[in-house]
């Protein structure tokens, strides 16, 4: 199916809509702190936020912001009230698409402080690209126009840790599993001979090459050429809880 034949009414009533009903319409990218007022029961521990069309370098800022609070132990927890929930069952408006592995240990929302409805996130062992990622990618900034993509690798990655045995011990991993392997194969590969840490520079560099894969596919490079769209590379470390960005 090409993208001018696209269903887009028919696939964002699939998905929820586009924009909850609440939301004030912006002009321009503008974020909005609608509460912080403490309420009763459960939602006495969640602030509560508007955040409307954000630029990618906004939604970035908002990002890092959150991770800051989560590696100091002071998070806010926004947008985790029941008022939240109901109001998201009119529609949907993350602000980023977070494409990242499957680690128990990296869990999004924590990671970043943010809560329901914020972040579309995409996640497959070592966010390893395949056409099920690709597409549901495509779908948030095509469909929800969202305007950043964090593609985020971690320490201690077991997937790239299993990839690199198997390529050095040259066996192949059973059933699907193998599938990843290769996937990750041209990432050791490619940091291969590198100083440091042997691991570390493999997740480095298979976060890199995701990057380039997907600023290399045509829709989402062209909403980079248009100004619409920022991929960003970054390594999470599970000791400190810090997102890092990966240069």
Known sequence: MSTSSFSRRGFLKLAGGAVASTLVAACGSTIKISSTKPGSGSESS?????IEHPTAEIAWKLLQEGNQRYALSKTTRPNQSDTRRAELAKGQAPFAIIFGCVDSRVPPELVFDRGLGDLFVVRTAAHTLDRAALGSIQFGVEELHIPLIV??????????????????????????????????????????????????NA?????????????????????????????????????????????
């Open 46 to 50: 969640s602030t509560s936020e508007v």
């Open 203 to 247: 997740v480095k560099a298979n976060t890199a090459l995701t990057v380039e894969a997907l600023k290399a596919n045509t829709i989402l490079g062209g909403e980079i050429k248009q100004g619409k769209l920022m991929i960003v590379s970054t390594r999470y470390d599970l000791d400190t809880g810090a997102v890092e960005l990966i240069v």
């Open 151 to 200: 593609v985020m690798g971690h320490e201690k990655c077991g997937a790239v840790s299993a990839a690199i045995e198997a390529v050095e011990k040259n066996i192949r991993a059973p059933d699907a599993i193998d599938s990843l392997v290769q996937a990750i194969k041209p990432a050791i590969e490619k940091s291969k001979g590198q100083t440091g840490d042997k691991l570390d």
